[in-house]
Nanobody, 124 residues
């Protein structure tokens, strides 16, 4: 059974922090990518981590503020978000892709599985 479930979203003031979690059951060898979609905006890749303790990558807009990590014992990928800005407000989705091995990508069209999203709202 394959399932991705996001959690950890909420309302936070500008400058605050949140940690998102993506439980990715049965997907230990898949890359995991966090996407976000703000109201009226296109979906964009935020951060990703490869399978088998592979590479990580970040969008330029979040470098130095967000950190992605993976706990294989819990089948969970985390996105620690610090120094949050109102521009980070969006629904955040995790997705899994099985063809990349230790690498990862922001190619939403190539994702094999998607979670349902968790809302992050950052107030001014």
């Amino acid at each position: 059974q394959v399932q991705l479930v996001e959690s950890g979203g909420g309302l936070v003031q500008s400058g605050g922090s949140l940690r998102l979690a993506c439980v990715a059951s049965g997907l230990d060898h898949y890359s995991i990518t966090w996407f976000r979609q703000a109201a009226g905006k296109e979906r964009e890749g935020v951060s990703c981590i490869g399978g088998t303790s592979g590479m990580t990558d970040y969008a330029d807009s979040v470098k130095g503020r967000f950190t992605i990590s993976r706990d294989y014992a819990k089948s969970t990928v985390y996105l620690q978000m610090n120094s949050l800005k109102p521009e980070d407000t969006a629904v955040y989705y995790c997705a899994a892709e099985g063809a990349y091995g230790s690498s990862c990508s922001f190619h939403y069209y190539a994702m094999d599985y998607w979670g349902s999203g968790t809302l992050v709202t950052v107030s001014s």
